[in-house]
């Protein structure tokens, strides 16, 4: 699809934001109130941060990085204010903003003499200045092949492998085919179902890393004495009518579509080129949806089958559902309702369509409702025990 399906802000490294955000974000856990207070005190800025800082080691510290400066560089970030307490960390990531052409501007928690309310004016006239010039961009012509999906599911039911997950599925492979990408995460639930989708790998080691990654999860819930059997699916998932995990699972991996998949990402990791890629993540949505924003997903669909209001902050999160009761019960929480496919008065093409229409609206500027509510959060996941 090369004529233009949206109007977005095109950034100076190619990519297509479908938001144009002041990103104030703390980078240590001891800044994390002051930078809070900078966003709520600049309209149009929003907060992320880590309530962490020292004492990350290893996997856990990489991991970490990795992801503030994923959210600091998503291209729904017009611009940055990187706030910290430790001088190297905030350098850090400074850098990588700098280097993927985002402006920003950095505060070091040390140089304002330790007193967090200079930390805040100074963030506040910083901030001024970045909104001003931010302002002055406007949305232009983007096709489909800009658009990055990051897709979930959440408290879901046996009408989200039916009906809806079914068409976020169809929904990637649309938008993969033009040349976009599509990211899907929460590991446990491939379990039962990972041959299917390492049938689907375009190469053999892809294939073995995504049963290898599957198998490590499952490994982690043995080793830690969890049955996944009241785990996952929990306890909301068996009273809305799911059994056992590999039916779950079957639900779930159909937001993956039906074409090849190019490859395994890690937490947070963005993906080395177009198409349908997994993303080796926790299942929890709060972590699974910052995991795609700092890969640099610009929009998330995320499926529920009971009920679920949870959002991103940095990128705009359409939720669906194929639950007529939920469709009609959280009419102002479900933006789409795909249960015209369940009760047989629509088919898989033309609900992906709507919903596909739905995302290009969005990318546009339509608001969601987790936006209109401001549901929405940044979570960054911990991999590891802490010095």
Partial sequence: MNSAAFHGYWRTNGRVGTRNLLLVLSVTGLTGPAARRIASGLSGAVFAGTPYGGGLIGEDATAHRRTLAGLATNPNVGAAMIVGADETTVDDIAARTEAAGTPFAALVFDHTGHDALTLVDRGLRAGAK????????????????????????????????????????????????AGGTAIVGETTEWLGAEDRLAARAQTAEVGKAIVAAAQRREGLAIAAGIDLTGTNPGRTNIEGGLTTIEEKSLGAVSKAGTGPIAGLVAYAEPPSAPGRWLMDAPAYAPESLTGFVAAGANLVLFTTGVGNSFGSRLAPTVKLTANPATAARLDTQIDVSTAPLITGEEDLSSAAQRVLDEVCAVASGALTFSEIFADGEETISRFGPAL
């Fill in 130 to 177: 970045l909104l001003k010039t931010i302002s002055r961009q406007r949305r232009e012509p983007a096709p489909l092949s800009a658009i990055t999906l990051g897709l979930e599911c959440g408290r879901s039911d046996p009408s989200s492998g039916i009906g809806a997950n079914p068409v976020l599925g169809a929904v990637a492979d649309r938008v993969a085919d």
